[in-house]
């Protein structure tokens, strides 16, 4: 005849019987924090602080940066090339692994029973963009597609192939879609475009040049044909050794299947209206003309 | 468009996982550290995702700054359209700013679309320019394709041509040296010593040499048309 046991046990003695934890109670884990440097105090930060012996070095009088003493310096001495012509001016994409990714995802830190956008991205702290650097967006890179094992909605702004691949041989679906400057400042930061008072623009088309990257099914852009999308996901899984599985009869197929209209920034908020934080509400517009050009 | 439908959702929904803006937390009165949300889903198992702390939000509704618009002493930048927007989205409808004004007015809304219909054109636009431009590049290619096929094709007949002509240059050139040794060799039999070629004796021979010469052609050119005309006359005389 067992006796019952108590749920808890021990850890809900313990609770019940220790004192409550104060900051007199608490200390980090050890190897947690670090001394810091003092410097300009006691027998070795002192004298000379860690400046060294006399010269430009302690008189903190040192020449700007790559100079080399009067000899051309190396960013002098190298000479100019067209490939470099208009470097700092070309879009760029912060890289993204899949194995980052499933990182993310096993922490939960990102969603998988959503779809993952950049804004959910960002939310995790799994990537950095910064708009005001010719950021365009996030590319997903197929390092750590061997060990991806994650069945989810993802869009991006560019996807090697390897990483679509991957992406789909578990049963997720990705999408390439592109946001204009304007529209990538808001998606990642969209509370303090919401604090501003603005309503939400409407996204723009890419350039010329990048239209034919977003109208091929290949990238699986969101400009693309559907059909061609379902043809190119056959080839893929073709191309690369792997039964496609078929979506449509997946439990998360509504979820699976949710994309953003050509003009949306946000799901479930179209352009045009004004979210107010501080009063939970939406405000949209009535005005025929305001209307026409917002769906647009 | 799919946003619709959610659009009822999304609004009572909004203290949970927000679509577009952060995942709020759960746990409304805890600010420190990150905070979990567990979802349920649709297959049953317990997903548990984290969120980091959203930043405070100040909003200051208890006692919101809204400058005087008649006073002198507000300074011009907080009269503007632009902090009225910014009032509203902090205060919402305590603000005191009219909803409407947030949009921009019909004016200003014809100064938009008309640039966006001159620098952003619409998709079939951007499709046509590209495929106008392609086609150009790809007929161009070809074209200079083409020429390059039909001058490799005809490269060893010129190569052929070029190899005759530099034979017959050399063969006219082996001629030429020996006609002068030998109009040498007939100035030195005629006047007994080696005379120069560019003299004016040198030359009075060679003139002499060519009319000799042509006299000689002009009576085989006779004799040829007589044998010619007697070889006609007699096989007409046979036939008849």
């Known amino acids: 005849m067992s006796f019952p046991k108590k749920p808890g046990g021990k850890a809900l003695d313990a609770l019940q019987n220790l004192p409550r934890i104060t900051l007199a109670n608490l200390r980090p884990e050890p190897g947690a924090t670090t001394e810091e440097k003092k410097r300009g105090r006691g027998q070795h930060g002192g004298n000379r602080s860690g400046r060294g012996h006399k010269g430009e070095r302690q008189r903190g009088n040192r020449p700007r940066l790559g100079f080399e003493g009067g000899q051309t310096p190396f960013y002098l001495a190298i000479p100019k090339y067209g490939y470099n012509e208009g470097h700092s001016r070309r879009p760029q994409y912060q890289p993204l692994s899949l194995k980052r990714l499933q990182y993310l995802i096993d922490l939960g830190r990102v969603d998988p029973t959503q779809p993952i956008d950049l804004t959910q991205l960002v939310n995790a702290r799994g990537v950095t963009i910064q708009p005001l650097k010719r950021d365009y967006g996030v590319q997903l890179v197929d390092e750590g597609a061997d060990i991806f094992a994650a069945k989810i909605n993802i869009e991006v702004q560019r996807a090697s192939e390897g990483a679509i691949a991957a992406i789909e041989k578990n049963g997720g679906v990705i999408t390439t879609s592109f946001y204009d400057p304007i529209s990538l400042g808001i998606v990642i930061k969209p509370v303090p475009f919401f604090m501003r008072g603005q309503p939400i623009p409407k996204r723009m088309l890419p350039g010329e040049d990048m239209v034919p990257y977003y109208t091929d099914a290949e990238n699986r852009g969101y400009l693309a044909d559907p059909e061609k999308i379902q043809q190119a996901r056959l080839a893929l899984a073709q191309k690369y050794g792997y039964i496609l599985p078929d979506i449509s009869k997946d439990e998360l197929y509504h979820m699976l299947s949710m994309r953003k209209d050509v003009r949306q920034i946000f799901f479930g908020l179209s352009p045009g209206w004004v979210v107010n934080m501080s009063e939970k509400k939406i405000l949209k517009p009535t005005d025929e003309k305001l209307l026409k050009y917002y769906s647009s | ?240």
């Not at chain 2, 619709?4 to 929904?13: G, I």
């Not at chain 2, 990150?34 to 984290?50: F, I, P």
């Not at chain 2, 394709?145 to 041509?161: G, S, V």
Request: glycine share 4%; proline share 5%.
């Open chain 2, 1 to 240: 468009m799919k946003s619709t439908n959610s659009r009822s959702e999304k609004r009572s929904v909004a203290a949970r996982t927000h679509r577009g803006g952060r995942a709020v937390s759960c746990g409304r009165g805890r600010r420190s550290g990150a905070e979990g949300c567990n979802t349920l889903s649709k297959s049953g198992v317990l997903l548990q995702t984290a969120s980091y702390n959203p930043r405070p939000l100040k909003l200051n509704l208890k006692e919101p700054f809204i400058p005087d618009k008649d006073s002198r002493k507000t300074p011009e930048w907080q009269k503007t359209a632009r902090y009225d927007r910014k009032l509203f989205g902090r205060h919402g409808s305590a603000s005191g700013v009219d909803p409407a004004s947030l949009w921009p007015s019909h004016e200003e809304l014809d100064k938009i679309i008309a640039e966006e219909k001159e620098w952003h054109p619409p998709l079939e636009v951007m499709l046509k320019n590209i495929e106008a431009r392609e086609k150009q590049e790809t007929e161009k290619r070809l074209a200079k394709e083409k020429l390059i096929a039909a001058n490799m094709a005809k490269m060893p007949q010129m190569i052929a041509d070029w190899r005759r002509e530099k034979r017959e240059a050399k063969i006219k050139l082996n001629e030429e040296k020996a006609r002068r040794a030998k109009l040498l060799a007939e100035a030195r039999v005629r006047f007994g010593h080696a005379i120069d070629p560019r003299s004016a004796k040198f030359k009075e021979m060679v003139a002499e040499i060519d009319k000799e010469e042509k006299k000689k052609k002009k009576l085989m050119k006779r004799r040829l048309k007589e044998e010619q005309e007697a070889a006609t006359v007699t096989p007409s005389a046979t036939s008849s």
